[in-house]
C-alpha cells in the first residue's frame, strides 16, 4: 500500500500478510480524494474512520493535511498496527481505537465533518451505520457520511443520500447532513 498525495506521498506501508482487510485501492482512494478536496480544507476538519483496517484511508487523510483523526478497529493486531505507522508519522492528534464502530457510534459525543466506512461487504452493519450517524446527529452541518460497498448494496433511497460513485469494483455511497 502506498500513500498517493500529500506530506508523505510515495511512502510505501507493508501491510502485514495476516491482515483479513482489503485496503480501497489507489484508483478509488484518489477519486475519493478528488471529492473531498472540493468540499473541504482537510487540515481544517474532523474525520472519523469505522472499520478502519489497514488504515489506508486514515494515513492518506493524516498525508494530506487532516489531523483530527479518529480510527476505529475492531482486529487488535490491526488496530496497533495502525497505531504504530502513525507513531511512525509523528501523528500527535490521531486516536486510535481498538472497539466495535457500531458500539462506538452508540457512545461518541463529538460531531464529525466526514465520516467513513468500510466494513466488510457481506456485513448487515450498513443501515445501522447511517442510522446512528443521523440519529445522534454525530455529522456537522453540511457533513458527509461515505459508506464503501460492492455492487450488491444501493442505498440511494435512505434519507440524506447525495451521490454515488463507482470506481472499478469500490463503490461509494455518500450522504450529507442537512446544513
Not at 120 to 135: G, Q, S
Request: with cysteine; hydrophobic share 40%.
Amino acid at each position: 500500500m502506498r500513500i498517493i498525495a500529500g506530506n508523505f506521498k510515495g511512502k510505501h506501508i507493508k501491510i502485514p500478510p495476516s491482515f483479513s482487510s482489503r485496503p480501497t485501492t489507489d484508483f478509488a482512494r484518489e477519486s475519493l480524494f478528488n471529492i473531498l478536496n472540493n468540499h473541504y480544507n482537510l487540515n481544517e476538519i474532523r474525520f472519523l474512520d469505522l472499520f478502519s483496517g489497514s488504515g489506508a484511508i486514515s494515513f492518506e487523510m493524516f498525508s494530506r493535511g487532516c489531523e483530527d483523526i479518529s480510527c476505529v478497529e475492531i482486529n487488535t493486531s490491526q488496530a496497533e498496527f495502525i497505531k504504530k505507522i502513525f507513531e511512525e508519522l509523528d501523528a500527535g492528534k490521531v486516536s486510535v481505537y481498538n472497539a466495535n464502530a457500531i458500539s462506538y457510534l452508540e457512545k461518541v459525543q463529538q460531531e464529525y465533518h466526514i465520516i467513513f466506512a468500510d466494513p466488510p461487504y457481506d456485513t448487515n452493519d450498513y443501515n445501522e451505520i447511517h442510522r446512528l450517524v443521523f440519529d445522534r446527529n454525530l455529522l456537522r452541518p453540511g457533513g458527509l457520511l461515505i459508506m464503501e460497498h460492492n455492487k450488491i448494496h444501493d442505498f440511494s433511497a435512505l434519507p440524506h443520500f447525495l451521490e454515488h460513485r463507482k470506481y472499478g469494483g469500490v463503490y461509494f455511497s455518500i450522504f450529507e447532513q442537512a446544513m
